[in-house]
């Protein structure tokens, strides 16, 4: 696989025809696994880095369910081409440091990544469109068993599956949502459902997951326990509590657009001048303005542009994509307007 062939493909996880979409931009599963009879990669010796490394490789080239996947080598790849699949939500910012001895198997349609000794020595990971845990964890159910008939993972009868942390033994599971919460985040109640939330075992994180922060009210929101339940139990406990959020957050809207829409639709229409208008434009303030125009578009406030763009826009905009695009290293200034340069020819178009 070319990366550079993905800069005009579109990802699944954006392609916005997933369930409840207009409030869930993406659904996804990631398991943890070590494989039995190693060190953690954290503890491991290059020697044993290499050889887990072999060993993955081996047993992913017999997968029927990785059939046609491609494996990358992060020592392969340049370090802009590692930031750039990152910002694809295809592996982390963990994988992109110290690249000797990791990987990543991605299939071509950006559903299946798995990530080769990050923290632990398989971060398998299926995303979707919209809403739709229940179709993810079918996936990788069967990604994961066709894996296990090749590798032996780390497991205790008592514990279940071993990892290098303490909170991803169990089940090794962590579901996640990525949700737009705007009304909330403009009727000041983030706060308490947050709160809320947490004591039921899940947490909340930025857009690219753990340690960042939030941006134009797109949040993570995941489980925190994979210890002392089954799979299908968290993911359930997940949809029952990520269904009341996405409940409010319209119910919100609709308050909204009732008692404030003359405020609402100038936020919208303002949002839309400047990024029609901009020369000079940081990531952070598309994807705040870009948040307001997609809750324009879903209250009906403006009918264009269609949200695949802005879900075109969401990703080409960022710092590895830019420079793909150009060509060439870009200053962050140079990145800048490049940016603002971009949108305003996807927003005439």
Not at 16 to 35: C, D, E, F, Q, Y
Not at 110 to 131: K, T
Request: aromatic letters at 6%; glycine letters at 6%; hydrophobic letters at 40%.
């Amino acid at each position: 696989m070319k990366i550079d062939n993905l800069l005009y493909k579109e990802s699944e996880w954006l392609k916005g025809t997933g369930p409840k979409a207009n409030t869930v931009i993406s659904s996804r599963i990631r398991l943890a696994r070590n494989v039995d009879g190693y060190n953690f990669f954290t503890t491991a010796s290059p020697e044993t880095k290499r050889k887990i490394f072999d060993d993955i490789q081996a047993a992913v080239k017999k997968c029927k369910t990785l059939k046609g996947a491609s494996l990358l080598s992060m020592k392969e790849i340049t370090e802009l081409d590692r930031q750039f699949l990152v910002e694809r939500h295809l592996m982390s910012l963990e994988h992109v440091a110290e690249p000797e001895s990791k990987g990543l198997v991605l299939d071509d349609k950006e559903v299946v990544s798995i990530m080769i000794n990050e923290e632990d020595h398989l971060r398998i990971q299926v995303l979707q469109s919209g809403f739709n845990l229940t179709e993810a964890w079918r996936i990788i159910d069967a990604i994961d068993n066709d894996l296990a008939e090749r590798l032996r993972f780390a497991f205790s009868p008592r514990y279940g599956f071993l990892t290098a942390c303490p909170t991803n033994t169990g089940t090794g599971l962590r579901g996640s949502v990525m949700l737009h919460l705007p009304a909330l985040a403009m009727t000041n109640q983030l706060n308490s459902v947050f709160q809320a939330i947490s004591k039921l075992g899940l947490t909340i994180r930025g857009l690219y997951g753990e340690g960042t922060e939030a941006t134009g009210e797109f949040y993570q929101i995941s489980n925190q326990v994979t210890l002392g339940y089954s799979e299908t139990d968290l993911i359930d406990n997940i949809e029952k509590i990520i269904s009341r959020i996405i409940g409010r957050e319209n119910t919100t809207r609709a308050s909204l657009l009732s008692k404030n829409k003359e405020e609402i639709t100038d936020k919208v229409w303002r949002a839309m001048g400047t990024l029609r208008s901009a020369r000079i434009i940081t990531s952070n303030e598309t994807i705040t303005l870009l948040s307001t125009i997609r809750l324009g578009i879903d209250l009906a406030i403006i009918k264009e542009p269609d949200v695949k763009v802005l879900n075109e826009l969401f990703i080409l905009m960022q710092p590895a994509h830019l420079q793909k695009l150009e060509g060439k290293a870009l200053s962050p200034q140079e990145r800048d307007v490049k940016r603002a340069a971009l949108i305003r020819e996807k927003l005439k178009s």
